[in-house]
């Protein structure tokens, strides 16, 4: 064996003399680790219980296949999607229409097999054990996922979508981990199945031109040629990300490559250093003239690339002079009119926010793409992340975009889910790198923030993890929560009153938006209970090609009003707690501790959603959503297994099957199925109920009656693709959604809008048990809401600016304001924002202008709290002015 190997190394600097490459290579592993980093990680491992059990997960996933491969080395490596069939060992392929049309050329080995298509299909790859070996045809089997039979069939190559890539991304990946298994432990059984797949990948690949591109479908002509979106091995060139997988593997088995060579690389006259230099270079140059300059493209292409230049060796060892000091300045520092560097896309976050420009999935993937871009760079001597404060920044700002359960607001083209809590854990390794405790300690309070909730689990990280993370340093594990947060460039705002999984409360009001990932939603609003997003915007589409994309892409897939505004920039005509867009992302100090609203308009809409608390675990929202158009429907989605309408004293009320709703304001219209209708004008409740969980989950929708008023009840598209962002997955594909339309004909609702209050409660724990109009006009409404805490709250709403008595001895003036009484006693007036409020001796009247502000008996001590200076009436007769201030004493 050994006399083997020295033969081995001598036929190797023959070679390299031969060709002018006597050069040193760089060591390796180089990408995120050392050599002399393996006792380090192995004592993380001893140490670290996460650790332990991440080994543990990463050597049970491969070792079944390793051990195999020790007396079958063919098994593995004929599961990769190739052109097996020689005299079909495609060197050349020809796209037309985005999609494969046809190969030529025989190369003397099989080549990796272009995926059939760049679009999406339903179906998912059978298990590696199921797939066809040495699979001539490239049809592959598959099981459709939006299909309760899960049955596999034969999905043809030209209708394969991603199953190609998957199936090939899913076998280097393998080979990654037992690459890292093979450094770690030095067993040499690990290396050689990495080696085999990896040699297969590669000498596949080099025999592989890029495709080309006639028609230039993708926005090019293929080939070498700049322009367009097609990469080496992918229509998408953000989708050549099977050299990532590559690269790590031959960095980790580089020493084991050199003196186990292929054995065909004796026909190409090189050794793997110069054809992996060859290939890794091609994804290279084409990745740096193709995808897209700006937004995630840009970036994505970046993280596709930037392994592929690391392990690259020295300029001087390549004839060209192209290695890795050659190309990392792309990513660092030249922007070229493909691609923007690093100080360029920076600029996308908002100095202001914090947010990438995008819509919440894809912006917080921009954060992580970047520190992972970072990581190794870092370790090659590069720091792209300590010059620039931005990115801490931004790791932070997007905390704003999480619910109590930490899952990700949906809105735009995005699935949810929980944000990337690696992100922070990436952020503690550079910190402990650069011995900064204190910052450490941050992200070590968002790290143990999502393991408490079940959200993130440090055991579940792959082998990076067991390279980079750190251990904890103390520190807490509650965020601190922003009661509001608005960012201008996505229409967007988020208010909370708590931030608990059970008792918090939340909602989202936001406009529509083209580009950035971003969507012609209208005004919509979503909001949430038990930590959940419980009037969802729909987000279950396969693909943007899917039939169903229209729907789940457009206002049809959100809680809004149709027809008119669908997009375009909003106008935030109050709002408390209040946010500067301009100037900061989060609010300052709130006015009232149970009271939050923001009042919005965009063209002939106008929409003011409020929050009302009850008690420390109950409360409710407000829906006053008002539109300048005489006919309008009125959209909501609501999680749930069932749905019933009642008029407001029980009695289900009777609806007739029709065909489908009438007067389609839209195209996605077309999903809804199941339509019931009837003719009512009264107030009505519409019931929800999720009984896949116990206690079941219920939300109730208490409606004020108007004149010309249809109801449809259907059943919706599913709400999404997601195990995670519905309770007990309701309403995850295929299981529908339960919907309602309310249609007003002939009957403005600027001046007669659509009123709500929606209640959401574990079963048995409702709060909630009257609900009634007071006063109504052209410009007011006036509610009464009673609790079983024998809390009676009036709740107003006005958008002329006129003083209005919607009771005895009660009076109001302002966009919105709340009187509050408990047991027949004053509890408290909220001036959401306005010039005046009144209840009975009780009064806050602003001096200049419009006043957020909250008088509040607590104790038998009245305290108020005023944005500006105010005149405050008490009784026996008294009034006086105060000035501004938060939670003061009304001597």
Known sequence: MRSNIVIKSLMLVAVLLLHGHFIKAQDHPSLFVKNQDRETVLAKIENEEWAKMSWQNLKKSIDGYVDRHQTDPEWIVSRLAMYWKDGERYTQCYIKKQNWDYGEGNAPVPTMRLPGMRTWNNYVNVPLEDRIPYNESGDMLGIDRSSDDKTPVKVPYKKSGHMITKNNREILQLAEKSAFAYWLTQDEKYAKFSADIFNAWLLGTYYMQPPLDPEESTGGQGGYKPGGIMGYYDYEQIHDFLQ?????????????????????????????????????KRFIELGLVRGGKRGNWNVNGFKNIVPSMLVLESDEYYQDGKGKEHYVPYYTRITTDYHEALPDFLKNFSEVTGLWPESPGYASGMISAVLDIGMPLYNAGINTIGDNPILQKAAMANLSWLDARGNLVVFGDMRGGPTEFSVFDRMLTYYTWENDPENARKMATVIRKGLKSGQYNR??????????????????????????AYSRFHRHLIMKNGNSEENGMMFTLYGGKKGGHLTDNGLAMQFYGNGWALAPDASAYESYWSSDAKYHRSITGSN???????????????????????????????????????????E????????????????????????????????????????????????????????????????????????????????????????????????????????????????????????????????????????????????????????????????????????????ESDGFIALS???????????????????????????????????????????????????????????IQSLEGEVSAELRLVDGKLFYTADKQVKIGFPKGKTKVYPAGYNMVVE
Request: hydrophobic share 35%; aromatic share 10%; proline share 4%.
């Open 459 to 484: 055991s579940n990280t792959d082998w990076k993890g067991l390279c980079l993370y750190q251990p904890l340093p103390e520190s807490g594990s509650e965020l601190p929560f922003h009661r509001a």
């Open 244 to 280: 990532i997988h590559a690269a790590i593997t031959y960095d980790f088995i580089f020493d084991y490559l050199k003196t186990n060579q292929a054995e065909h690389l004796s026909v190409t006259d090189k050794d793997v250093t110069e054809v992996a230099g060859v290939v890794f």
């Open 604 to 775: 002939e809409k106008r929409r003011l959603v409020a929050m009302v608390r009850t008690s420390e675990t109950t409360g409710y929202y407000v829906d006053v959503f008002r539109s300048d158009q005489e006919d309008n429907d009125y959209l909501h989605h609501n999680l749930g297994d069932k749905m019933w309408l009642k008029s407001t004293n029980g009695e289900a009320v009777k609806t007739d099957r029709v065909d489908s709703i009438s007067n389609h304001y839209q195209q996605g219209y077309q999903f809804f199925k199941n339509v019931r209708k009837t003719s009512y004008g009264q107030d009505f409740n519409i019931t929800w109920t999720v009984d896949k969980v116990s206690p079941a989950l219920i939300v109730d929708m208490w409606m004020m009656g108007q004149d010309n008023r249809e109801i449809y009840l259907m059943d919706a598209p599913p709400t999404t693709l997601r195990m995670d962002v519905t309770p007990g997955m309701v309403n995850r594909s295929p299981q529908l959604t339960p919907a309602t339309i309310i249609r007003q004909t002939g009957n403005n609702a600027k001046l007669h809008p659509f009123v709500a209050v929606f209640e959401s409660y574990n079963k048995g724990e409702k709060s909630v048990n009257q609900i009634y109009k007071v006063a």
């Open 560 to 602: 809004t009003i149709l027809p008119g505004y669908t997009m375009g920039d909003i106008t935030i005509n109050a709002m408390d707690p209040y946010v500067d867009g301009s100037k900061e992302l989060n609010s300052r100090t709130a006015t009232s501790p149970y009271c939050s609203f923001a009042d919005v308009s965009a």
């Open 785 to 843: 809401v009673t609790s079983n805490k024998n809390t009676q709250q009036l709740i107003v709403n006005s958008i002329d600016n006129q003083v209005y008595e919607p009771e005895k001895k009660t009076s109001f003036q302002g966009v919105f304001g709340i009187v509050s009484e408990k047991n027949g006693v004053f509890d408290y007036l909220y001036l959401g924002k306005g010039k005046m409020i009144k209840k009975g001796k009780y009064s």
